[in-house]
């Protein structure tokens, strides 16, 4: 008779120990695979966890095996045509399969990879390695702009409209038990002893009376209620870090940026919008696109319409400036901002984007980004963009971007934890 | 005719497909009963255990064990196997069976009624009892400990890791894993492995070891015996060893004792493992005999109905199936079917003989079926089995054929195929096929350095002038990983001229 044991809710993940210490072990690999993968997915499915695939030699355990050459014997079934005696040429590649098993040229392709799965989390995990947003830990933890109400049990002075009726009767009670509680008992025995007393012993009867009406004044004296039985409920504010954050993209949508550009800095955008996504509870997200005029739009629109014209960077500088005092109030929002472009400006336009950027947004934010993509010169606007950085070191960069490939090292070079230290 | 299908009915066990431990439970106690009192099936007790998919791909990862210790290249091995099982690539096993006693069987929750009924007839009581019986599994593995054993080991590496580091012991892991397939006894019969034992042993182990390769590594030899040493050379070790780990844990000069019972652990477990590679073919064709013979018993007993043994009869098709050499599925020879089809044979062979049978099996050709089968069973690997037992009849339905690729000449030859002339050649040939030893290259410890440099040569007996493939430096590398000192490996022809020499030199140390 056998036992049959259910072993459905035993533990699961026996696995996890050995699975982590395959990806430690390819961690190099698997670091590139993500990165590579980064530069090469499209926007919609970038979140998804993703197959990693290394190289078979990578990963291979090695072991004691024929190699080609010498006399090979096999037996294989599903003869049809051959008879002993007969030759057969060799297949092309040299002699094909291996050590005793024929199937290396059917199957054998593919094989070269060892391809697995990880998943988003994981993606995102190694796609954000070592990486740190500036200021925003030095942020959370000194700011006091931010408060939450919490309880925080009873206190013995408050606000009349505080009061906690319930706690302060309790109290009342408790007070007067414990002040008149051996007054009452005395009573009680007076008043059963003038009971059973009889009327002759009226020097007796007097005796009692006369500390009965004493008591009964000690007890009327007790109040109902006392200043000090009062409770009130007590609140503390706390501190918190705000768990919001705003991104504004930003990008010019002019004529000069072709397609190409555009979707490099897609790819840049959503890099943002991931990173900030793992550390903020919330996170809203606007979109301005610019050419002469600067416009909100959805992402829909933000990626994928197309415009023609000039560019004008201070419209779309000015624009978020006003988003920013209207409805992100630096207190209560951490905002973030990315800029793409190619980099040409309207040259007259320079100066009101220094000042749009120095008065209303650069103080407010708590990072701005900047990337010009495209292997040209350098254009105006990184000229004046390099002088505000000296200004702004700590929560302003610029990179240049030529490709999607270099999108991924430039991000990580943006956001470099070794800029906490700067 | 009515009267018949309605009587099936109400003898049927269950008629739903869906499965519960009630159902299970008497689909077990029948197959029991049909496999000890009418086919006299020899078995340990068994222990079912109902798993999920995940937990099934868990123990494809660890080699099928419900223990082990922690080892990168299962995580490897378990991310292959989920990536491949959650795109649809394969399908899993419905049963994983260990040689223990109890037998533990794992089901599939996944599994219908009548897959579990054929995985308890395969797995309970095909399996296990060719594990109780066959003579490999009975002198070269300990059901009764192995369990206790893999605990045993598992909590010694993991104290390892804590204690020296898990890099350390990855390290030399990796170097024990690379040499297993040559940790193993092929001869001599090993003592079973407890752990209680085991435990008590390991410490009278450290010091004789301690002192016994302190014999060896002598390095200032008493003054008066000099002379005579310098005289004889000494030749370490005597005889040729083809226990590579067994070699290194007893004469490594340079490892600490912890790094000798871990090499012991691998060596142990391959030696568990090895019987199992030895007979895939018989212990699979013999559990896949059983579970046909056991649920057409149930259907002709009425205890199963139409429906259960198509459903039954689909997947055993497909289990049993072989493509030809020339077909996209073709991946070698299927050893279920191959053993399966032998196993039937054999039957037939006692049950209904023709004259070819008379002539090639005389002493089976009309003898008892269930006791043939069992002495074939108890007595044979599948070497042996397939010499001793591989019918004209097998071959003709197979179409086997025999290649020869020789790479003097300038085609491959067709030898021998499924004639007259050609049966015998043709048995002998694929009974080759299934002998361990001339698939893996024969490498043996020849000779250590004692007195000098310290060196290791190992020597591949080079057969039929195969040559060793590209792993070999990486292998010299665990060698020596393991050895300490500098390792010298030599193709050797039979007659004794080295065809290519490869040497790994170690570090300074």
Not at chain 1, 16 to 43: G, T, W
Not at chain 1, 133 to 142: A, E, F, H, S
Not at chain 1, 206 to 218: A, F, K, P
């Amino acid at each position: 008779m056998a036992y049959i044991v259910d072993r459905r809710l035993n533990s699961k993940n026996k696995s996890l120990v050995n699975r982590q210490r395959f990806l430690k072990r390819y961690h190099k690999q698997i670091r590139e695979a993500v990165s590579d993968a980064v530069s090469r997915r499209n926007m919609t499915d970038m979140e998804q966890g993703d197959t990693i695939t290394i190289p078979k030699r990578d990963i291979s355990e090695p072991h004691f095996h024929h190699g080609d050459g010498g006399q090979r014997e096999i037996v294989h079934p599903g003869n049809r045509e051959f008879i002993e005696g007969d030759r057969i040429q060799r297949p092309p590649k040299g002699g094909g399969g291996g050590s005793g098993s024929g199937d290396a040229s059917d199957s054998g392709e593919g094989m070269d990879d060892f391809v697995f799965q990880i998943s988003q989390s994981e993606f995102l995990e190694y796609l954000f390695e070592d990486l740190a947003l500036p200021n925003m830990v030095k942020r959370q933890l000194t700011t006091t702009d931010s408060f939450e109400t919490r309880r925080a049990g009873y206190s013995e002075v408050g606000n009349p409209n505080q009061l906690n009726i319930v706690r302060s009767m309790r109290s009342a009670h408790a007070r007067r038990i414990a002040l008149g509680g051996r007054s009452r008992r005395r009573r009680l025995e007076i008043l059963a002893e003038l009971e059973q007393l009889d009327e002759s012993e009226t020097e007796r009867r007097e005796l009692l009376e006369e500390e009965l009406s004493r008591l009964n004044v000690r007890l009327n004296r007790i109040p109902f209620l006392d200043d000090f039985d009062l409770k009130y409920n007590l609140h503390v504010r706390v501190p918190t870090p705000s768990p919001k954050a705003v991104m504004f993209c930003v990008m010019d949508v002019s004529g000069s940026m072709t397609q190409d550009i555009k979707d490099t800095a897609k790819r840049f955008f959503f890099l943002l919008y991931l990173f900030l996504k793992k550390n903020y509870e919330k996170i809203e997200v606007v979109f301005i696109r610019h050419h002469t005029q600067a416009q909100e739009v959805d992402e829909e629109t933000f990626f994928y319409s197309r415009e023609t014209g000039g560019t004008v960077v201070s419209s779309a500088l000015n624009l978020m400036g006003d988003i920013i005092a209207e409805r992100y109030s630096p207190n209560a929002w951490n905002i973030y901002c990315a800029q793409a472009s190619d980099g040409d400006n309207w040259q007259e336009d320079n100066e009101r984007c220094h000042k749009a950027l120095t008065a209303s947004v650069l103080p407010m934010v708590q990072y701005y980004t900047y990337i010009e993509i495209g292997d040209r010169e350098p254009q105006g606007l990184w000229r004046l963009y390099e002088h505000l950085q000296s200004d702004f070191s700590d929560r302003f960069a610029i990179q240049r971007v030529r490709n999607n490939a270099e999108i991924y090292p430039v991000f990580r070079e943006l956001f470099r934890k070794t800029m906490e230290v700067e | 005719m009515m009267a018949h299908e309605m009587n099936r009915e109400k003898n049927c066990i269950s008629t739903s497909s869906e499965w519960t431990f009630e159902t299970i439970e008497r689909y077990d106690r029948e197959i029991a009963r049909i496999a000890h009192e009418k086919f006299r099936l020899d078995t340990y007790p068994n222990q079912i255990e109902v798993i999920r998919s995940d937990q099934m791909m868990d123990a494809y990862a660890s080699v099928g064990m419900p223990v082990f210790y922690n080892h990168w290249s299962y995580g490897k091995h378990f991310v292959n196997v989920e990536q491949n099982y959650s795109r649809g690539r394969m399908g899993l096993a419905y049963e994983i069976v260990i040689n223990s006693n109890p037998c533990i069987a794992y089901l599939m929750e996944e599994n219908t009624l009548t897959m579990q009924a054929l995985v308890i007839a395969h797995a309970c009581y095909g399996h296990n009892s060719f594990f109780k019986g066959n003579y490999l599994f009975r002198s070269w593995t300990d059901a009764d400990g192995i369990i206790d054993y893999l605990v045993f080991a598992k909590h010694f590496i993991t104290q390892c890791e804590e204690r020296h580091g898990v890099a350390e012991v990855e390290r030399l892991l990796d170097s024990c894993h690379a040499l297993m397939n040559y940790g193993v006894d092929r001869y001599k019969r090993p003592r079973p492995i407890s752990a209680a034992a085991e435990k008590q042993r390991q410490q009278e182990r450290e010091e004789y070891v301690q002192r016994h390769l302190n014999d060896l590594w002598r390095t200032l030899p008493r003054l008066k015996e000099k002379l005579d040493q310098e005289r004889e050379i000494p030749t370490f070790p005597a005889e040729p060893q083809e226990n590579l780990l067994y070699f290194f844990e007893k004469n490594a000069p340079h490892l600490d004792s912890w790094q000798r019972e871990i090499i012991r652990i691998v060596r142990k477990i391959a030696q568990y493992f090895y019987p199992q590679r030895q007979t895939q073919v018989m212990n699979e064709g013999w559990a896949t005999f059983w579970h046909y013979t056991i649920l057409n018993e149930m259907y002709d007993e009425g205890l199963v109905n139409e429906g259960f043994m198509m459903e039954f009869l689909t997947s055993h098709t497909n289990v049993v199936m072989q493509p030809g050499f020339d077909s996209p599925y073709y991946s070698g020879i299927n050893p279920y079917a191959l053993g399966f089809a032998m196993m039937q044979d054999i039957r037939r062979i006692c049950e209904h003989p023709t004259a070819e049978d008379r002539e090639w099996f005389p002493e089976i050709a009309g003898s008892d079926w269930i006791g043939t089968l069992d002495n074939v069973m108890r007595n044979y690997r599948d070497e042996s089995f397939i010499l001793q037992f591989m019918s004209p009849k097998i071959m003709r339905d197979f179409h086997f054929f025999a290649l020869e690729d020789d790479d003097r000449r300038n085609a491959i030859d067709v030898v021998a195929i499924h004639n007259e002339r050609g049966y015998r050649e043709l048995r002998e040939r694929l009974s080759q096929q299934y002998n361990l030893s001339s698939n893996e290259p024969d490498i043996q410890v020849e000779n250590v350095n004692v007195r000098g440099d310290r060196s290791l040569t190992l020597h591949h007996n080079m057969h039929n002038r195969r040559p060793l493939g590209n792993d070999t430096y990486e292998m010299l590398r665990h060698a020596h990983q393991l050895w300490g000192y500098d390792v010298h490996l030599h193709s050797v022809e039979p007659d004794g001229r080295r065809v290519r020499s490869y040497h790994l030199q170690g570090e300074a140390t």
